[in-house]
């Protein structure tokens, strides 16, 4: 689980759409950074230091697991990608946008790169006053004074306004939902992604315990014989499991991402009982599937049939070496069949066929804006 720390950022623009090129930070910031936790109002000043258009300013409270040095690398970066070019220059000069640091927990940092709290954020009033307004309570490292006494303090006598324009707060996922069940065919990449999300988020993770059934290595060997069985062990202990964990909803409100949805037991159990085993099997899954907690979002992600038995190749199950692409195709279809017939279930559909978001952190960031904007 990754550590969450607080950091406090600046914003400031003078060419272009001030508004449209701070909204355009705060939302790479929230897909690259962390969650945002708070906006100021946006404030106008006239340019300080250099005669220029007035300036638009703004400041963030944001949690992130970034260490500081990668955190400035990743704004940076976010500068780059909005279009300001940098001078090698010690002048002040118009920018599309600066974003910087001003503070990092209550750390006091030196570095070649990176010095924190801000060495000049104390001069400036563009700077203290949009802070205060999210943090006036929050004591300054080095001055060992509340952020409102400083700007209190400041000498900086220039005039600053409010913009009646007010910035959007993207919302975040631990915001948005309590429970995301992530679903796909064998080998589609569920597990993985629910771990990776669950150690971002810091969310409670349930994971299936197909390690835990006697029945699975034996179903790949005499399929016929050990289906019932099988299916019933999974619907029982998938019930179990849910019904306990999910229970934690309505005493915590935390999110909860899980690597499979209940479901999952009928789609498997139309493809591999016979007829009378399935009209008994579904009888009790209808009755225990009444009782579960439905999810906030249902995410199915889809990978083709020869890029899921090369990943069940990869990972070295012996029991599963033997699956055919038949059967898979088989699985996809049920999967499908579910998802069209389901009109209260908030169903996400991701191709993840061409992208590897385990080892790839733009692919992972790829799925994860989806989410945020579903």
């Known amino acids: 689980m990754k550590i969450q720390r607080i950091t406090y950022l600046s914003l400031g623009t003078n060419q272009g759409n001030k508004i449209d090129n701070l909204q355009n930070a705060i939302d790479l910031i929230a897909n690259k950074v962390g969650a945002i936790q708070k906006i100021s109002s946006v404030y106008k000043t006239a340019s300080w230091g250099f005669d220029s258009d007035d300036f638009f300013n703004a400041c963030l409270k944001v949690t992130t697991h970034y260490q500081p040095e990668k955190l400035m690398s990743i704004l940076l970066n976010i500068e780059l990608e909005l279009g300001r070019k940098r001078k090698e220059t010690s002048e002040y000069i118009d920018r599309n946008i600066d974003i910087d640091i001003l503070l990092f927990d209550d750390e006091i940092i030196f570095s070649k790169t990176l010095i924190v709290p801000h060495s000049k954020m104390l001069e400036r009033k563009f700077v203290l006053a949009p802070l205060v307004e999210i943090a006036g309570n929050i004591m300054h490292p080095i001055e060992k004074k509340d952020l409102s006494i400083c700007l209190q303090n400041c000498d900086d006598s220039s005039e600053i306004s409010l913009i009646k324009t007010q910035l959007k707060r993207p919302i975040p996922i631990s915001e948005k939902y309590n429970y995301i069940a992530i679903e796909g065919n064998i080998g589609a990449g569920k597990t993985s ?182």
């Open 193 to 374: 992604l629910s771990k990776i999300m669950s150690d971002e988020f810091n969310a409670k993770i349930i994971l299936e315990r197909f390690a835990e059934n006697p029945f699975l290595p034996k179903f790949y060997e005499d399929k016929e014989r050990f289906a019932f069985p099988l299916e019933m062990s999974f619907l029982a202990d998938r019930y179990q499991q849910l019904s306990d964990d999910l229970a934690q909803l309505d005493l915590f409100k935390n999110l909860i991402v899980s690597d499979y949805y209940i479901f999952k037991s009928l789609i498997f159990a139309q493809i591999t009982l016979q007829k009378d085993e399935y009209l008994l099997y579904r009888k009790m899954f209808d009755v225990m599937y009444k009782e579960i907690t439905k999810p906030d979002l249902y995410v199915y992600l889809y990978q083709n049939t020869d890029r899921l038995l090369e990943n069940i190749k990869k990972r070295g199950r012996e029991y599963e070496q033997n699956i055919e692409a038949g059967y898979l195709q088989k699985i996809h279809d049920g999967y499908k069949n579910f998802i069209n017939t389901q009109q209260d279930l908030n169903v996400l559909i991701i191709d993840v066929s061409e992208i590897d978001f385990v080892n790839n952190i733009e692919d992972y960031n790829y799925i994860i804006n989806k989410i945020k904007n579903t």
